[in-house]
């Protein structure tokens, strides 16, 4: 923890982003960002993206939910931002862009704060594009831009707007028995009854339909194979009524959303983790992947290839094509020392995405906008600040 000297005010961050519930990669990501920014000693007010709407009966109705929900948050953040020294938001593309990073991002610069804007969200690259010319104005105006991915980084400088990358944080601790997974990989899985995971909210931009057309193909050679779905989303019924249209009732099961904290038990009871998404950036489910020692196959959207090495750390294929997948699969399953391979590769390289690794380039990113802004406006910051 960092240590506060007599007379010297910790650093008051206000971390702008959704909390779960529900269950989302970026939701956890803040969460556990805001746990370990705590533990370093500074002072974090949380202002939620995705608060509950009060009472809960007006979340049905589609024409006032939205108010509902933007009028506590938009107070929440102006006051808020009033008691910070420094407004990290994570952000998003699409609508969550335009209804609560947006803002964020114009209350501090109203209130002459310094902005630390954290994008994520493999659909960059069209939503700057195509959206209108005040995305790019109010990500100019952030003190700092960072992006968790190489991929991202060059999106953005394709844009014209710098950035840096910081990566998405793993609680390692809680995998603690990945290394002991990585041994256990190195038995084929013939005549076993392997369990296949895909761990993302169930909606288009995450191909979970060809998980599930590929499960037809490699039940051909392994009939015992199962496909467990983690996640919930709009796409649900049309995805549940594929699987009964291609599978036995048994070889799919649908979870439904399921907490981060049971990812572990579920990932230790999985053979291979699937990740079939169209549109990506740097998949917390692969990450927690890695750390639990399971191997990963995935397609090769946005930026995973930069996180996954086609067959050192993980096997890739192209968007959309479930024979490739169900190959890749039979791969991992039937192929003597290639998933333990791929999982201690695996181990190997999400140690640099360990939170005691993350949490010192947080700090400094801190240090530097904040330094930034004093320099722009010195008359703004007389109260002294200690990460």
């Known amino acids: 923890m960092a240590a506060t000297a007599p007379g010297v005010q910790p650093l008051r961050v206000c971390l702008v982003g959704p909390l779960p519930p529900p269950a989302g990669g970026m939701a956890h990501q803040c969460a556990q960002l805001q746990a370990v920014l705590r533990a370093e000693g500074l002072a974090v007010e949380a202002v939620p993206s995705n608060a509950p709407i009060r009472p809960a009966w007006l979340a049905r109705v589609p024409a006032v939910r939205a108010l509902c929900r933007l009028l506590p948050y938009g107070l929440h953040l102006w006051r808020a931002t009033g008691r910070c020294d420094l407004v990290h938001v994570l952000a998003n593309s699409g609508w969550a862009w335009h209804l609560f990073a947006a803002p964020a991002i114009g209350v501090a610069w109203l209130r002459h704060k310094p902005v630390i804007t954290h ?136 979870t439904g959303r399921v907490v981060n904290t049971a990812m572990p038990e579920l990932l230790a009871a ?73 999982a201690q590769a695996g181990l190997l390289e999400v140690a640099h995405c360990a939170w005691p690794a993350v949490t010192p380039l947080w700090l400094d990113a801190y240090r530097r906008a904040v330094a930034a802004h004093a320099a722009r406006r010195p008359a703004l910051h007389n109260t002294e600040v200690l990460l």
């Open 270 to 342: 999985s053979a291979c983790l699937i990740n079939p998404s169209l549109v990506d950036n740097m998949p917390l489910s692969i990450l927690e992947a890695f750390a639990a020692g399971v191997p990963v196959v995935s397609t090769r959207a946005g930026g995973v290839p930069d996180l996954l090495q086609h067959g050192r750390s993980g096997l890739l294929v192209d968007v959309d094509d479930d024979a490739a997948l169900a190959r890749e699969v039979l791969r991992v399953l039937q192929e003597p020392g290639l998933a333990q391979r791929l």
């Open 119 to 254: 994008y994520h969200g493999g659909n960059a690259d069209a939503f700057l594009s195509r959206g209108p010319l005040m995305v790019r104005r109010l990500l100019a105006l952030s003190t700092l831009r960072v992006v968790p991915s190489a991929f991202l980084q060059r999106v953005f400088e394709r844009h014209g707007l710098m950035c840096e990358v910081i990566p998405n944080g793993v609680d390692l601790a809680r995998f603690g028995a990945g290394q002991g997974r990585a041994a256990e990989q190195a038995q084929p899985a013939q005549h076993a009854a392997p369990q296949l995971l895909v761990s993302r909210n169930l909606e288009r931009i995450y191909g979970i339909d060809t998980a599930i057309r590929a499960l037809a193909l490699v039940r051909e050679q392994l009939p015992r194979v199962r496909l467990v779905i983690a996640g919930s989303g709009a796409e649900q019924d049309r995805l549940q009524a594929l699987a009964r249209r291609l599978h036995p009732a048994e070889a799919v099961c649908f």
